[in-house]
């Protein structure tokens, strides 16, 4: 399991990088994290695209053009041709000489790539759905851009763990906005319903996706706003990521949620996901 650091690819031990490193001083840096189904990248244009935005709102050039990212990934795959892996892809302002806020005048920036197991999520967790918590979002103003400063997220996703709980809802001046790590969604009265991009959340390529297929099955769809009180009164919630798919959620804050079990709607909506993860898989 070779790393792509800076133009070369190396065995972990030897993939390391400076103490000035900023993304290691600051958490100066974007990243990704793209799923490969046997070998094959889900949405890679589109997780690109989001990294460059990222670059774009840290004022980083793109280091590598689509096709070297497409090239590095074919080869941090082939490891494992049939296994499905999560390609973890890091971009940082680099190292410099002194430990100054401001941007050196030359950044040298940190590119690194690697490919990581992933495991298929479990039939049982999936089936009894998960436990949420909801909590103050302390997070910055800029969660569209997809950062290593994770510090707020750390915190929040440890306080669910510590809860029981396997997400944080984020709440803002009384809006579920999403996850710690995932994207929101919940369902009222037939309605599919995911608070609108912006700002305060990540474009999750999973929540697009889900949308896209929602929307081919005529699914009625509506990117609003989410009040907390809607939160706990739907009839479904699920949460969506690039690692787990689309999740069902049947607990929030101690108390069951809708019928307390996985929806009719997520169950269709997860169908069409898994057929689309098969349609990838045989490309
Ligand atoms: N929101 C946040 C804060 C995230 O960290 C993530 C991904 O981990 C997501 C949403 C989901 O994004 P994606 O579907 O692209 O994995």
Same mark, same amino acid.
């Given at each position: 399991?070779?790393?792509?650091?800076?133009?070369? $690819?190396?065995?972990?031990?030897?993939?390391?990088?400076?103490?000035?490193?900023?993304? $290691?001083? $600051?958490?100066?840096?974007?990243?990704?994290?793209?799923?490969?189904?046997?070998?094959? +990248?889900?949405?890679?244009?589109?997780?690109?695209?989001? #990294?460059?935005?990222?670059?774009?709102?840290?004022? =980083?050039?793109? *280091?590598?053009?689509? *096709?070297?990212?497409?090239?590095?990934?074919?080869?941090?795959?082939?490891?494992?041709?049939?296994?499905?892996?999560?390609?973890?892809?890091?971009?940082?302002?680099?190292?410099?000489?002194?430990?100054?806020?401001? $941007? +050196?005048?030359?950044?040298?920036?940190?590119?690194?790539?690697?490919?990581?197991?992933?495991?298929?999520?479990?039939?049982?967790?999936?089936?009894?759905?998960?436990?949420?918590?909801?909590?103050?979002?302390?997070?910055?103003?800029?969660?569209?851009?997809?950062?290593?400063?994770?510090?707020?997220?750390?915190?929040?996703?440890?306080?669910?763990?510590?809860? /029981?709980?396997?997400?944080?809802?984020?709440?803002?001046?009384?809006?579920?906005?999403? /996850?710690?790590?995932?994207? #929101?969604?919940?369902?009222?009265?037939?309605?599919?319903?995911?608070?609108?991009?912006? +700002? =305060?959340?990540?474009?999750?390529?999973?929540?697009?996706?889900?949308?896209?297929?929602?929307?081919?099955?005529?699914?009625?769809?509506?990117?609003?706003?989410?009040?907390?009180?809607?939160?706990?009164?739907?009839?479904?919630?699920?949460?969506?990521?690039?690692?787990?798919?689309?999740? *069902?959620?049947?607990?929030?804050?101690?108390?069951?949620? /809708?019928?307390?079990?996985? /929806?009719?709607?997520?169950?269709?909506?997860?169908?069409?996901?898994?057929?689309?993860?098969?349609?990838?898989?045989?490309?």
């Amino acid at each position: 399991n070779e790393i792509y650091l800076n133009g070369a $690819f190396v065995a972990p031990e030897q993939a390391m990088i400076s103490v000035m490193d900023r993304g $290691f001083l $600051f958490g100066d840096g974007v990243y990704e994290v793209i799923p490969a189904y046997a070998g094959r +990248p889900l949405r890679a244009a589109e997780h690109l695209q989001r #990294l460059e935005n990222s670059l774009r709102g840290i004022g =980083l050039q793109a *280091p590598l053009s689509l *096709p070297e990212w497409s090239n590095i990934f074919v080869r941090l795959l082939a490891a494992e041709p049939k296994m499905d892996q999560a390609l973890y892809l890091q971009v940082t302002r680099g190292a410099a000489p002194t430990r100054d806020h401001r $941007f +050196p005048a030359q950044p040298a920036p940190t590119v690194m790539a690697m490919a990581k197991p992933m495991k298929a999520r479990d039939r049982a967790v999936v089936e009894a759905g998960v436990a949420v918590v909801t909590r103050d979002d302390i997070r910055w103003l800029r969660c569209d851009i997809k950062s290593t400063s994770l510090l707020a997220a750390v915190l929040l996703r440890q306080s669910a763990q510590e809860a /029981g709980a396997e997400e944080a809802i984020l709440v803002r001046d009384g809006l579920a906005l999403e /996850g710690s790590t995932s994207n #929101l969604f919940i369902v009222r009265d037939g309605q599919l319903m995911t608070p609108p991009k912006g +700002p =305060l959340l990540l474009a999750g390529i999973t929540r697009d996706l889900v949308l896209e297929l929602a929307r081919a099955a005529k699914i009625p769809i509506q990117e609003r706003d989410i009040a907390v009180e809607a939160l706990r009164q739907a009839d479904e919630v699920w949460i969506s990521s690039s690692t787990r798919e689309v999740m *069902p959620v049947t607990q929030l804050d101690d108390k069951p949620l /809708g019928s307390g079990r996985p /929806g009719p709607l997520w169950r269709r909506v997860d169908a069409l996901y898994q057929d689309f993860k098969a349609d990838l898989r045989r490309a």
